[in-house]
């Protein structure tokens, strides 16, 4: 279950209880899982478990305080909002979950609270009593009503003497419960290729041929597939979009450097996936200097480039490899066609006429074969499109 976990950024709240202990073992549990762990300690946590116990079992610096100019320069704190995929609060006490409730922002832990798109979740620890509180509560329907999980408390005797609920469950069940946040892990353990974007092909110093590929169908695929747990390399031609986190990049610009990469990178791969609009020809010869403009009509001498996804399933290590095809006429017989000539394991189509999906657009539509089976994946965003895929390709590699 916490494959789950892996490649997963948490941020760890720890606020002040005698619980704060257990804190310790999560962070060795969460990171034995394949989870980056950032720690944020309020004030009263640090009377019960030292910084410097959490900075060792997280490999980074624990967070303490939100006016420290050097810890903000490190990484400030809306910075640790934006990279968290999971803000747990373990243990969260009795003031903590009422300050969260309440939107109060007088600390690190709390201002990072507000401040992030992350899942969020709290693991409550305190006194039966203080636990039973109507404030208590009431501050706990709040943070459940705005979708905050809560994990635990469970029930037992407690550090105070009393018992009863409210102690903060142990470090496996919360590893869970965190692991039960995601979606997938379904590439846990697996590492993916995959080529993204144009290549250009360069006449002279100052032009090229390519084609209108964003890059953004390959990007969303590479996304996914961090996501679902697997350890990426992204092999981008020229396009202006941003690395995504978690990921290897190669920047290529032509066929033949996208080759190159590509031989280098499947080298004990499991997965690749040829998301690439490969130019099929390149100018025979590049001139040195910038041709000048002469006479009304020019021909171009092209040769063929390699074809790349042709040449990773043609290895004797070949891993599983997954081909598109842009088509703009008999989409899917075009498809089937490209799947058995380039002995592809599965083939993803799409209809490049389509000004609504396909190059550029946000959206896609994809029909997905492979030799016994297919399936359609309904106009969506690419992002959309892409986990799709993804949990088709997972399924695919665990039949081979
Ligand atoms: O980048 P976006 O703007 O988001 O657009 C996404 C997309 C339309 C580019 C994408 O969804 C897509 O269809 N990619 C494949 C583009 C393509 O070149 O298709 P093709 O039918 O020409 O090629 C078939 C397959 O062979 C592809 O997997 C391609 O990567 C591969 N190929 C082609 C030529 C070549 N020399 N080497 C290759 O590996």
Same mark, same amino acid.
């Given at each position: 279950?916490?494959?789950?976990?892996?490649?997963?950024?948490?941020?760890?709240?720890?606020?002040?209880?005698?619980? /704060?202990?257990? &804190? #310790? =073992?999560?962070?060795? %549990? +969460?990171?034995?899982?394949? *989870?980056?762990?950032?720690?944020?300690?309020?004030?009263?946590?640090?009377?019960?478990?030292?910084?410097?116990?959490?900075?060792?079992?997280?490999?980074?610096?624990?967070?303490?305080?939100?006016?420290?100019?050097?810890?903000?320069?490190?990484?400030?704190?809306?910075?640790?909002?934006?990279?968290?995929?999971?803000?747990?609060? /373990?243990?969260? &006490? #009795? =003031?903590?979950?009422? %300050? +969260?409730?309440?939107?109060? *922002?007088?600390?690190?832990?709390?201002?990072?609270?507000?401040?992030?798109?992350?899942?969020?979740?709290?693991?409550?620890?305190?006194?039966?009593?203080?636990?039973?509180?109507?404030?208590?509560?009431?501050?706990?329907?709040?943070?459940?009503?705005?979708?905050?999980?809560?994990?635990?408390?469970?029930?037992?005797?407690?550090?105070?003497?009393?018992?009863?609920?409210?102690?903060?469950?142990?470090?496996?069940?919360? *590893?869970?419960?965190?692991?039960?946040?995601?979606?997938?892990?379904?590439?846990?353990?697996?590492?993916?290729?995959?080529?993204?974007?144009?290549?250009?092909?360069?006449?002279?110093?100052?032009?090229?041929?390519?084609?209108?590929?964003?890059?953004?169908?390959?990007?969303?695929?590479?996304?996914?597939?961090?996501?679902?747990?697997?350890?990426?390399?992204?092999?981008?031609?020229?396009?202006?979009?941003?690395?995504? *986190?978690?990921?290897?990049?190669?920047?290529?610009?032509?066929?033949?450097?996208?080759?190159?990469?590509?031989?280098?990178?499947?080298?004990?791969?499991?997965?690749?996936?040829?998301?690439?609009?490969?130019?099929?020809?390149?100018?025979?010869?590049?001139?040195?200097?910038?041709?000048?403009?002469?006479?009304?009509?020019?021909?171009?001498?092209?040769?063929?480039?390699?074809?790349?996804?042709?040449?990773?399933?043609?290895?004797?290590?070949?891993?599983?490899?997954?081909?598109?095809?842009?088509?703009?006429?008999?989409?899917?017989?075009?498809?089937?066609?490209?799947?058995?000539?380039?002995?592809?394991?599965?083939?993803?189509?799409?209809?490049?006429?389509?000004?609504?999906?396909?190059?550029?657009?946000?959206?896609?539509?994809?029909?997905?074969?492979?030799?016994?089976?297919?399936?359609?994946?309904?106009?969506?965003?690419?992002?959309?499109?892409?986990?799709?895929?993804?949990?088709?390709?997972?399924?695919?590699?665990?039949?081979?």
């Amino acid at each position: 279950m916490t494959a789950r976990l892996a490649n997963k950024r948490i941020v760890l709240g720890v606020s002040g209880g005698i619980a /704060a202990y257990k &804190s #310790a =073992d999560l962070i060795r %549990r +969460l990171r034995d899982a394949g *989870a980056e762990v950032q720690v944020v300690m309020t004030a009263a946590a640090q009377s019960f478990i030292t910084p410097l116990t959490l900075q060792a079992l997280s490999g980074n610096p624990v967070h303490t305080d939100l006016l420290d100019p050097a810890a903000e320069a490190a990484m400030g704190h809306i910075e640790l909002a934006r990279w968290a995929d999971l803000v747990l609060v /373990a243990p969260a &006490s #009795a =003031d903590c979950l009422a %300050r +969260l409730a309440q939107g109060v *922002a007088n600390d690190l832990l709390t201002t990072l609270w507000l401040a992030t798109k992350a899942k969020l979740a709290v693991a409550p620890a305190m006194n039966q009593q203080m636990w039973a509180a109507p404030a208590t509560r009431a501050n706990l329907a709040t943070l459940q009503a705005r979708g905050v999980a809560v994990f635990g408390p469970a029930a037992g005797s407690q550090a105070c003497g009393d018992v009863g609920e409210g102690r903060m469950l142990e470090s496996v069940e919360l *590893a869970n419960a965190c692991a039960d946040q995601f979606e997938s892990g379904l590439l846990t353990g697996r590492h993916v290729v995959i080529t993204a974007g144009p290549t250009r092909e360069a006449l002279d110093p100052v032009r090229y041929l390519s084609n209108h590929s964003s890059g953004k169908m390959g990007f969303a695929i590479a996304e996914a597939c961090v996501e679902a747990g697997a350890r990426v390399t992204l092999i981008a031609g020229p396009v202006s979009l941003p690395t995504p *986190a978690r990921l290897r990049r190669v920047n290529v610009v032509s066929a033949d450097e996208m080759l190159l990469a590509a031989q280098a990178a499947v080298e004990g791969a499991d997965v690749f996936v040829a998301t690439a609009a490969v130019a099929d020809y390149r100018p025979a010869r590049v001139a040195e200097q910038k041709i000048k403009k002469s006479a009304d009509v020019i021909a171009l001498e092209l040769i063929k480039n390699p074809d790349i996804v042709a040449t990773i399933a043609a290895r004797p290590d070949r891993p599983f490899v997954l081909g598109f095809a842009a088509e703009t006429e008999k989409v899917i017989e075009h498809a089937r066609e490209k799947l058995l000539r380039k002995k592809l394991d599965m083939i993803a189509c799409n209809d490049v006429a389509r000004a609504d999906i396909g190059f550029q657009s946000d959206d896609n539509a994809l029909t997905v074969i492979w030799a016994d089976g297919d399936r359609h994946l309904d106009k969506a965003g690419k992002t959309v499109i892409a986990r799709q895929l993804v949990e088709l390709l997972a399924e695919r590699l665990l039949q081979k």
